[in-house]
């Protein structure tokens, strides 16, 4: 019988439940259970992949081509199992299923309501999860209790204790303790409403994780148990760690998973943390600073790169080197270049985006990083901005660009392909998903991944122009991936340079805090050589270390 795990939250939005929810996945995980995630969102939008990043944070891209909440790359990233579309619901398509069904006549005229036609449809949804390789799943429910749009999903939950049973359900709930400055004490009445809001629908928190600045007293502890009736057992706190990666071993410290075990009657089986303990250690030991500048349209909202900067930090972690990223407006890259505020750099990293706006700025810094011998990686827009950079100032195609961005340039070296034209349904035009690559035999990128057939992520419109593909063949800019067909260009590298490499794919969805993205440990190894000029010499690293596999 597949176990089910709720977890909801309240107070605040941003309380890290996504974390909570992942880092206890990862300790079920580490006890031999099988484990699977999901994120149900109370908003309205069909899917995250129309929403703003700059509000929104990054849309998640699944193998199966979902474009998901970020949270599911937390959930990847933690219990490092690949998700598919079906691990991520929003309001938006549970009501298009249901309308759906409605319209079709599958209700056989009966009135449509929330209560039962919404409520089964979410419980539908949750058990698209169960399957005979799964022992847990472990649901998140995006927003916070007292919310208009959760309601739904919070009857939906509380029913699902009674479908499957008691023993077969928990419900973690996610809390904060705030610090009141001028009494100077850490109160409790927030988690008391919150509770008190969960129970008038129905639901009884079997665990309440109380998210803190300063660990939490017992005599806290206690007051919650007896208010909220939660055994002191299930009162766990989780004060603000100094890496996300730490949360895991707080939350085991804390006994939230025997404590769930329990509730949900399975064996209390030994578990072994210490690979992940040997992480957190090389996080915490990392002190030498690389210096990567992210060169983004959205930088004041770092959640819109995301998986970006944690793959980043999965190469730091792997190299024992601490990641300080740089965040660059795109718009200011000339005026910076200008004033040689880019100089201290040890590397630069052009991340995927969308849209004209700071495509003139991306394309100086691939420039600036080419004729300066700057380690530099392309994302998805950044192999097309680096491509649009050669093409002007190598290949001498005058105006070279994307037709994304300008539909008359007389180079369009990045375009749609030919069977794309004439969708008018934007969302019709993406190449979503995972993609396979074969790469060239003796490539830095082969040599990277250390193998030639690779599977990447996709989400993106435009291509690489066949057209040009032999002025660049004639180049020292290597088309040294391709679509199995050959149609397609996957990944480009620049002989005589330290590390000027890019991908039409987005490497950082696969990245795992273990087991960095080829490309990205490959970057910041590059980074490292350049940033030993400017720092003591680097540790040596010993020869069973993660870091001496690589490069
Ligand atoms: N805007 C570009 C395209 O659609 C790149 C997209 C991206 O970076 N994800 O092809």
């Given amino acids: 019988m597949t176990k089910h795990i709720f977890v909801t939250g309240g107070v605040v939005s941003g309380l890290g439940k996504g974390l909570s929810g992942s880092s206890l996945g990862r300790l079920l995980k580490a006890r031999g259970l099988r484990v699977t995630m999901q994120k149900l969102d109370p908003y309205l939008n069909v899917d995250p992949g129309t929403m703003n990043p700059f509000e929104h944070g990054e849309v998640f891209v699944t193998d199966d081509g979902g474009e998901t909440d970020l949270d599911l790359g937390h959930y990847e990233r933690f219990i490092d199992e690949n998700l598919t579309v079906d691990s991520n619901a ?6 298009s299923s ?13 009135t449509v309501q929330v209560i039962p036609h919404i409520t089964n449809e979410i419980k539908r949804r949750i058990n698209r999860l169960v399957s005979d390789d799964v022992d847990v799943v472990i649901t998140e429910v995006g927003g916070t209790v007292g919310d208009i749009e959760i309601l739904p999903f919070l009857e939906a939950i509380r029913q699902f204790r009674l479908d499957v049973g008691r023993d077969n359900v928990c419900y973690v709930h996610v809390t904060l303790v705030p ?45 919650i148990s007896n208010l909220c009736d939660v055994p002191v057992a299930g009162v766990v706190n989780a004060a603000d760690a100094s890496s996300l990666y730490e949360i895991p071993l707080v939350l085991h410290n804390e006994g939230l998973d025997s404590y769930v075990c329990e509730i949900l009657g399975l064996d209390d089986r030994p578990l072994d943390l210490t690979a992940w303990e040997a992480l957190v250690e090389r996080v915490e030991q ?5 210096r990567i500048g992210l060169i983004g349209k959205y930088v004041s909202l770092p959640d819109a790169y995301l998986s970006v900067v944690e793959s980043l930090n999965h190469a ?3 190299h024992g080197v601490d990641i300080d ?46 004729e300066n011998a700057v380690p530099c990686l392309g994302l998805c827009l950044g192999m097309q901005v680096m491509t649009i950079e050669y093409a002007r100032n190598v290949l001498g195609l005058a105006g070279a660009n994307s037709s994304e961005f300008d539909n008359r340039t007389p180079h369009p070296v990045i375009d749609l392909m030919e069977s794309q034209r004439d969708v008018t349904d934007m969302g019709g035009t993406m190449r979503l998903g995972a993609y396979v690559a074969q790469l060239r035999p003796g490539s830095r990128v082969a040599r990277a991944y250390g193998e030639e057939v690779v599977s990447e992520r996709h989400r993106h419109r435009y291509e690489f122009n066949p ?21 397609l260009v996957e990944f480009i590298e620049l002989d005589q340079h330290p590390f000027w490499i890019a991908t039409q794919a987005h490497p950082e969805f ?42």
């Avoid at 929003?90 to 009501?95: A, E, H, K, L, R």
């Avoid at 249901?98 to 009966?110: P, S």
């Avoid at 990392?286 to 690389?290: E, I, K």
């Fill in 286 to 290: 990392a002190s030498v600073p690389v």
């Fill in 90 to 95: 929003t309001t938006g398509s549970i009501y």
């Fill in 98 to 110: 249901v309308i759906a069904a409605e319209r079709r006549g599958d209700y056989l005229g009966k």
């Fill in 325 to 370: 990223i740089e965040w660059i407006q795109a718009e200011e890259v000339e005026g910076l270049l200008t004033a040689g505020r880019l100089r201290d750099l040890d590397g630069i990293v052009i991340p995927g985006g969308f849209g004209e706006r700071g495509v003139e700025g991306k394309i100086a810094a691939a420039g600036y990083a080419r």
């Fill in 316 to 318: 730091g972690i792997h």
């Fill in 510 to 551: 696969k990245s795992r805090p273990d087991r960095p993205a080829p490309l990205f440990r490959e970057f910041i190894a590059s980074a490292m050589q350049r940033a030993e000029g400017r720092n003591p010499p680097l540790p040596t690293i010993e020869a069973d270390s993660p870091a001496a596999s690589s490069s």
């Fill in 179 to 223: 610090y009141i400055g001028p009494s100077g004490e850490q109160k409790t009445k927030p988690t008391q409403h919150s509770v008190t809001e969960l129970r008038s629908r129905g639901i009884q928190p079997d665990a309440i994780v109380c998210r803190s600045d300063d660990p939490i007293s017992s005599d806290l502890r206690r007051k």
């Fill in 467 to 487: 057209r040009y593909r032999t002025r660049f063949e004639e180049s020292e800019l290597q088309l040294c991936g391709e679509s199995p067909d050959g149609r």
